[in-house]
């Protein structure tokens, strides 16, 4: 199966505790083989095995009775030389001991009337006289069985008590490659996760890549323990209940298997019919936790539009949904799953009483004692076990089987070039010739873009929505690739930017964003952001020097003033300033501004725009401009429309062209 072989590369980190477990389980089931054994030897052989033959001997040891007025030992006791007198017998007889003065007739029915015992087979009826015993000469009797009696029960306390140790060590070794695994499965799928491309993301519900990260990595666990249970641990019980079943009676042993093609065929059905629920159900919890995701985000939109009730509608159809298919998971393991195991059950042992009972009690010459068939009985069940784990356990594969496939959708998925080289910091000239570009392949966004930025010009970039700025730069920045379909080239100082990793051509490119991104952690970490040699205080200085002295005389604690989620204790101009802030620690060559100053007050853009004067110097700046007094003083303005360059030059210039870019400056002017 290919999935178990994406699953072993997690496991084999870990081949001792894996190596410890198979050994312990081993252990295990050679004791569970080991336990009717024992059982049965104490049965058999010490508690009704005094019904065994008596025989009268000359001279007392510690294996004699004394009964009578005479010594009775038997065969088993003998010495080699030692000789056999008269036979007697003692018989069980509804919880009473009957003794009996000769060999009694194995086999067949017993009646006990007026001190006489008889015996009925098929076609005899034996008589015989007999004494009752009190209870001193019943403890007589079995008292040659004590010591052993002890030493069998002993040792099957002691066979309990290690097999829960051997279980312990076998539950820790599982458990630890459990955890250790679904730790790496995670870390490796929050490590793939950051090399996606931007696309990916797209056409993925955050909440739907979380649940599967966070919850589905659990399929990953429970794959491996279903696996180990049922293929290892069950095959393990399968074989070793085949080998005492042999050795009790190969007869009823090879009738056993008529049966696995009819639980082949039930488990077939069950199966299919369980596999189409268990996707569904999966794929039904990953929606709720992406629809409850949407809504904790936007949470404020929906109390003041006032849609709590049609979102409430929406979320309860969706949990009516995913109920419905759990309860149909649960319908169908009640009746082709658990409960026809317990009829399983049920028939061997019914079984087992038929087959000894009306077939081998009514054998002229053959015995079946109490602790045959209590051992075969065992064994039977303990092969029902494997069964019966398969049937249990297979939902909980095809659920895990369905979450570590939706888990690996994210480990295995297709990366952006990761490999990074270091490369001198770039001039920062920047050239588009001739650019298409389309996301689908059909309806291009940018038609024919010809640009020739020079380094350490401040760029400005302006349009109506839809117009491809944020397109033009994507391509910048490499979120998105020109495919074959597309046309043009992008090149800085001269190189065409696909000739590097997205990796080692990023290094010396930097993005500030309109909504900024902050992380849980301090002021200073999220300017720092991975440059660990830069202090505190270079920090501080950094944060003066783009104007933001206010923001930290706002908190006492400076630089080190915690961030909550998502900067949520932070203005927008203030999470603004640390993005600033946090370029200017990056020192890349070329910065892209995306939107900057669009959802804040005027007194903020003019702190923002002092920000933007510091981290400009020594760069080539693009400015994705929303208000135009941003990029006013911009060496060049380049104006996009429905996805082609419209309009180019200095502010002076376009207003004088009194074209686009002149009627959105004279529309926000009046404003």
Known sequence: ?????????????????????????????????????????????????????????????????????????????????????????????????????????????????????????????????????????????????????????????????????????????????????????????????????????????????????????????????????????????????????????WKLALFTFVVYPFVFFWFRFFIKKLRKVATKVNELNSLITANLNEIINGITILQIFNYKKQ????????????????IKEVKLHTTLGWNMINLLRGLVTATIIIYFGFGYFNVPGIIITAGTIYAYNDYLLRLVDPISILFREVGNLQHSIVRTERLFTIIDADVEDDKKEILPRYKGDIKFDNVWFSYNRKDFVLKGINLDIKAGEMIGLVGHTGSGKSSLMSLLLRFYDLKPTDQGTITIDGIDINTYSKQTYRQHIGIILQEPILFTGTIASNVRFGKEDISDEEIEKIMIKIGASKLLKKFDDGVKQEVTRGGSNLSLGEKQLISFARALVYNPSILVMDEATANIDTETEEMIQNALNVVARNRTVIVIAHRLSTIKNADKIIVLNNGKKFEEGSHEELIVNNGIYANIYRSQVKL
Do not use: C
């Open 1 to 249: 199966m290919k999935i178990m072989k994406k699953v072993w590369r997690y496991v084999r980190k870990y081949k001792k505790l894996l190596y410890i477990s198979l050994i312990m389980m081993l252990i295990n089931q050679l004791l569970g083989l080991a336990s009717p054994l024992i059982v049965k030897e104490i049965l058999d052989e010490h508690l009704v095995g005094i019904e065994k033959t008596w025989y009268v001997v000359e001279n007392e040891d510690e294996n004699t009775v004394y009964f009578n007025g005479q010594y009775y030992k038997q065969a088993r006791y003998f010495s080699e030389n030692e000789v056999m007198g008269d036979a007697a017998s003692i018989v069980l007889y509804k919880a009473d001991f009957y003794f009996v003065n000769q060999e009694i007739h194995s086999g067949g029915s017993r009646a006990v009337k007026n001190n006489v015992l008889t015996i009925s087979d098929d076609e005899h009826n034996y008589t015989y006289d007999i004494e009752e015993l009190g209870y001193q000469n019943v403890i007589d009797f079995y008292e040659p069985s004590f010591d052993m009696l002890i030493i069998l029960i002993l040792l099957l306390f002691a066979r309990s008590v290690f097999s829960i140790i051997v279980s312990y060590f076998q539950r820790i070794s599982i458990s630890h490659i459990n955890i250790n695994m679904t730790r790496d499965a995670r870390i490796d799928a929050v490590r793939k996760i950051q090399k996606m491309p931007i696309s990916y993301f797209e056409y993925e519900p955050a909440g739907k890549i979380s649940n599967r990260i966070v919850h589905d990595v659990n399929g990953l666990m429970g794959l491996f323990g279903t696996v180990m249970n049922l293929v290892i641990n069950a095959s393990m019980s399968f074989i070793f209940a085949y080998v005492g079943m042999f050795i009790l009676d």
């Open 311 to 326: 979102t409430a509608e929406r979320f309860d159809n969706l949990n009516k949904e995913f109920m419905g298919e759990h």
